[in-house]
């Protein structure tokens, strides 16, 4: 099980980026799928989740109005649009992904997943 993750790269401060997320070799169809970040010297932070239909999403406080998460099942694909980006969105981006079962319950906490993608890189700098 193999997800990969690309999409980052260098933005301006209020400029928009759009990550993207897939697997590959196995259908992403029965998994919940989350957003992490990791800005340097800081932890593992939850951005963003999507239940497996893509009908339910979840995102953190701090970045609720400016992101939003979507996927494509029929393409296999998960994606997160950021847009009016900030210097303290500068991070490592993951996606994530755990098998569900269930509509209704977000899985927000890093352990309760159990493949990630290798990252990719978001710099939002002037």
């Known amino acids: 099980v193999q997800l990969q993750a690309f999409g980052g790269g260098l933005v301006e401060p209020g400029g928009s980026l759009r990550l993207s997320c897939t697997a590959l070799?196995?259908?992403?169809?029965?998994?919940?799928i989350g957003w992490f970040r990791q800005a340097p010297g800081k932890e593992r932070e939850i951005v963003s989740c999507i239940s497996n239909s893509g009908d339910r999403t979840w995102l953190s406080d701090s970045v609720k109005g400016r992101f939003t998460v979507s996927r494509d099942n029929a393409k296999n694909m998960m994606y997160l649009q950021m847009n009016s980006l900030k210097p303290e969105d500068t991070a490592i981006y993951y996606c994530?992904?755990?098998?569900?079962?269930?509509?209704?319950?977000?899985?927000?906490?890093?352990?309760?997943?159990?493949?990630w993608g290798q990252g990719t890189e978001v710099t939002v700098s002037s």
């Open positions: 070799g196995f259908s992403l169809g029965p998994y919940a």
């Open positions: 994530a992904a755990v098998p569900s079962y269930s509509e209704t319950y977000f899985y927000t906490s890093a352990t309760d997943y159990d493949y």
